[in-house]
């Protein structure tokens, strides 16, 4: 377990000072940190990467103000959650997910989760329909249309070379945590839009990253993703995505994306049989949630509070 006085720089409160409460729950064998802020409807929002719980930070004080319970998690080995030895396969971490609602207390949730969180959050929606009453994922295709885009397109494959970097042993851990982090900050800058973050939240990234084994298990879940493409286990993994999501779905997007393309994410509402909402933020790049936080949130909160979402 991490000596607690390490996940200080997790453990922390929003911009504008409102105290978020942090607490820890027991979900599929492991313990993850969660921050909660508001009482109502769960949404539950799981982060990407190289990122961890406060990239959610606008949206938890958005989502509270409108009426939900907002609670943003951090995924196994990530943040202050468990640093287990395995489990880092997009099965097992969407069971940490829909283990964690249940954790919580709920009978379902809103899932909201932005490139590896938004991969979980649409396996977790096709493994555990009951358990998921709405699903909202930014920059991340459908996984089925994630690996045909990695296999046949060479333009995503490009973009995806960091996927493939990671391949290696132990050099892209040590690479992450150099000076600080420093690689961490180039890629969250590298990857936003004309809208660069503030250099305190790129501080704030880097010194979770260097949080002991961190990186190690940040980067395990892309390893799995390429390494099982021709395994059985990964073959199984994407033949049961093909089960439909049956649940109302928002899908947001930056146009300036450079990780993943917009032509790789859009058409994963052929996945959906339910009521499927593309938006396409003009200008923005990775994470249009915190490049354009004020637009995301209107979006977000506007769809969750409509009784029937359109197709």
Known sequence: MTDPAALSPVRIDLPDGRQVTHRDVSANGARFHIAELGDGPLVLLLHGFPQFWWTWRHQLAALADAGYRAVAMDLRGVGGSDRTPRGYDPANLALDVTG??????????????????????????????????????????????????????????????????????????????????????????????????????VETYQRAMCIPSTAHCAIEPYRWLVRSLARPDGVQFYRRMKRPVRVPTLHLHGSLDPVARTRSAAGSGEFVEAPYRWRLFDGLGHFPHEEDPAAFSTELVNWLKDPEPDR
């Open 100 to 201: 964690v609602i249940r954790s919580l207390g709920e009978p379902d949730a809103a899932l909201v989760g932005h490139d590896l969180g938004g991969y979980l959050a649409w396996t977790a929606a096709a493994m555990r329909p009951k358990l998921v009453r709405r699903l909202a994922v930014a920059s991340m295709p459908h996984p089925r249309r994630w690996r045909a885009a990695m296999l046949r397109d060479a333009r995503q494959t490009a973009a995806s070379s960091y996927v493939w970097g990671f391949q290696r042993p132990w050099l892209p851990e040590r690479q992450l945590t150099a000076d600080g982090g420093a690689l961490v900050g180039r890629l969250i800058r590298d990857w936003s839009g004309p809208r660069l973050p503030e250099d305190a939240a």
